[in-house]
């Protein structure tokens, strides 16, 4: 696709409910991360994909986050039992690494999901 | 670790007046990238200039330049002209070059308003 997309752009839940949030990459893009943005704050890392790699999970802030990718492509961000305090955007973005000279590409960025947990 | 410091949370100028936006930055890596990222209301980021530590020359983007000072650490965003459409957040990050964890490191943030 033309960019990274999000859905749903605004999800409001109830404490205790479980959300998932999904992450379309852009289109050849090997590696896809989560971020979250409270209110006001900069953005925290959550979660890294690079291809078939095992993620980089240390950014998750508790074990009631989890996410998973399919095919290398699509992620889906899971939030179980959520909390007040998981209300926030969350981000994802993808680049193109190239592995072969060692650098990294520019993040590109969904347009996020707004999560509101009441 | 590596540490990204804003140290403006807001700042307002005229439209059409030029706006300098700080960024420092703390790391003993010698190669890496800067990145200055703009978030408007719609809360989309948007890629707004880049910059390779290996390279001596400062990045620009038609309005958008920075002045890249590596030995001080500093990577401050300069804006040209400003527009309405720039009212918006900026965020510099930081990102270690040869590094498997490939994380962008953030600052605070600094909320730009343009004002007519």
């Known amino acids: 696709g033309a960019g990274v997309s999000q859905s749903p752009s605004n999800k409001v839940t109830e404490k205790g409910k479980d959300v998932e949030l999904r992450c379309d990459p852009i289109s050849g893009h090997t590696a896809l991360y989560w971020y979250r943005q409270s209110l006001g704050q900069g953005l925290e890392f959550l979660i890294y994909?690079?291809?078939?790699?095992?993620?980089?999970k240390s950014g998750l802030p508790s074990d009631r986050f989890s996410a998973e990718r399919t095919g290398g492509s699509v992620s889906t961000l899971t939030i179980q039992r959520t909390q007040q305090e998981d209300s926030a955007v969350y981000l994802c973005?993808?680049?193109?690494?190239?592995?072969?000279?060692?650098?990294?590409?520019?993040?590109?960025f969904g347009p996020g999901t707004r999560l509101l947990v009441l | 670790a590596q540490t990204v410091t804003q140290s403006q949370p807001e700042m307002s100028v005229q439209e059409a007046e030029t706006v300098t936006l700080s960024c420092t930055y703390d790391t003993s890596e010698n190669n890496y990238y800067l990145f200055w990222y703009k978030q408007p209301p719609s809360r989309q980021m948007i890629l707004v200039i880049r910059?390779?530590?290996?390279k001596q020359q400062n990045a620009t983007e038609n309005r958008f330049s920075v002045n890249f000072q590596k030995a001080a650490k500093s990577f401050s965003l300069k804006i040209s002209d400003s527009q309405l459409g720039d009212t918006a957040m900026y965020f510099c990050a930081f990102m270690k070059l040869w590094d498997s964890n490939y994380q962008l490191i953030w600052g605070a943030g600094t909320k730009l308003i343009i004002k007519p």
């Open positions: 994909f690079q291809g078939n790699s095992a993620p980089d």
């Open positions: 973005a993808s680049s193109l690494v190239f592995r072969a000279s060692g650098g990294q590409e520019t993040q590109y």
């Open positions: 910059q390779e530590a290996y």
